[in-house]
Every structure is written in structure tokens, then in C-alpha cells.
């Protein structure tokens, strides 16, 4: 049975590797420009940057899954989960759910009432299936139709 494990990124070259894996996915698979995927939470030294906590998924010690928690916010507001990618060759095996839940319980022990993230149009389903409930009206982001969802934590 695969091993699949979620860590928080904490090394330059964990970063790297999820940066790799947002690169297929987002930039080589979506055509979303690199300019629009990598930014200013996109830090080499995961560890310099207190606004974002990116994850890391590996299946067997292989890096296939990413995802980022945005905690700079608002009064009131929920943090951001972004960037959450798998490869395409290990997608519908349940590694993206597992990420998810993983960003959950962080953003949970970090005392958030719940999540928000801005869901391309063919995921509202996968996020749907976790909880999330969508709000407002469709938008583009990088060319891609988008759909703000939220997920608030119970008890």
C-alpha cells in the first residue's frame, strides 16, 4: 500500500520541489504565465515568510502534491488556501482531499473559524465533497473561471 505523507514545507528544497510541481500543474498544464503563479508568498527560505505556510505531499518519499495557507488577514477574515496542485498522474487516488485536510488542521490549530479559497470551476465538486460551500459570482483568474468557496470549522 503507497505511503502518502503531508509536511509542511520547511527547507529551500522542499519549497523548490513544490514549486516544480505548481509549475506542471498551473504553468505547463493551465498555461497560467509564471509571472501569475509564482509571487511574493512564493519565498526560496519557506521559513522567511511568516504571511505563508506551503505543504508538501509525497507518496512513497515523492514529492506529487502542493498546496499553500495564506495567514495574513483581517480581523474576521479567514485565511487563504491557494496553489493546491497534484501531478496529473496521481490524481483521483485521494492525495488532493488528503492535502487539503492537512491545510485544515493547521489552519484549525492555528485558531482560524475556517478556510476560503478561490476554486477553478471544474473543482467545485472535489471541494464541495470536503465541506465547502461556494459564495458570489464566477470570475477570472489568469484566464481561468474561478468561484470563491469557504469552509468553516466545526467546534
Given at each position: 500500500?503507497?505511503?502518502?505523507?503531508?509536511?509542511?514545507?520547511?527547507?529551500?528544497?522542499?519549497?523548490?520541489?513544490?514549486?516544480?510541481?505548481r509549475t506542471r500543474v498551473f504553468v505547463e498544464e493551465q498555461r497560467?504565465?509564471?509571472?501569475?503563479?509564482?509571487?511574493g508568498y512564493d519565498e526560496?527560505?519557506?521559513?522567511?515568510?511568516?504571511?505563508?505556510?506551503?505543504?508538501l505531499g509525497r507518496l512513497d518519499g515523492m514529492p506529487i502534491a502542493a498546496a499553500r495557507l495564506l495567514t495574513?488577514?483581517?480581523d474576521g477574515e479567514l485565511p487563504h488556501i491557494g496553489r493546491v496542485a497534484v501531478l496529473?498522474?496521481?490524481?483521483?487516488?485521494?492525495?488532493?482531499?488528503?492535502?487539503?485536510?492537512?491545510v485544515h488542521t493547521e489552519?484549525?490549530?492555528?485558531?482560524?473559524?475556517?478556510?476560503?479559497?478561490?476554486?477553478?470551476?471544474?473543482?467545485?465538486g472535489f471541494y464541495e465533497r470536503l465541506g465547502y460551500l461556494a459564495r458570489g459570482l464566477v470570475f477570472l483568474d489568469a484566464?481561468?473561471?474561478?468561484?470563491?468557496?469557504?469552509?468553516r470549522f466545526g467546534g
Amino acid at each position: 500500500m503507497p505511503k502518502f505523507v503531508v509536511i509542511t514545507i520547511s527547507t529551500a528544497d522542499e519549497m523548490r520541489k513544490a514549486l516544480a510541481i505548481r509549475t506542471r500543474v498551473f504553468v505547463e498544464e493551465q498555461r497560467v504565465p509564471v509571472a501569475e503563479e509564482i509571487d511574493g508568498y512564493d519565498e526560496a527560505d519557506p521559513t522567511g515568510n511568516p504571511r505563508a505556510i506551503h505543504f508538501l505531499g509525497r507518496l512513497d518519499g515523492m514529492p506529487i502534491a502542493a498546496a499553500r495557507l495564506l495567514t495574513d488577514v483581517h480581523d474576521g477574515e479567514l485565511p487563504h488556501i491557494g496553489r493546491v496542485a497534484v501531478l496529473a498522474e496521481h490524481r483521483g487516488h485521494g492525495y488532493g482531499a488528503a492535502t487539503m485536510r492537512a491545510v485544515h488542521t493547521e489552519a484549525h490549530a492555528r485558531g482560524f473559524a475556517g478556510v476560503t479559497l478561490a476554486a477553478q470551476l471544474h473543482a467545485l465538486g472535489f471541494y464541495e465533497r470536503l465541506g465547502y460551500l461556494a459564495r458570489g459570482l464566477v470570475f477570472l483568474d489568469a484566464g481561468i473561471q474561478h468561484r470563491d468557496m469557504d469552509l468553516r470549522f466545526g467546534g
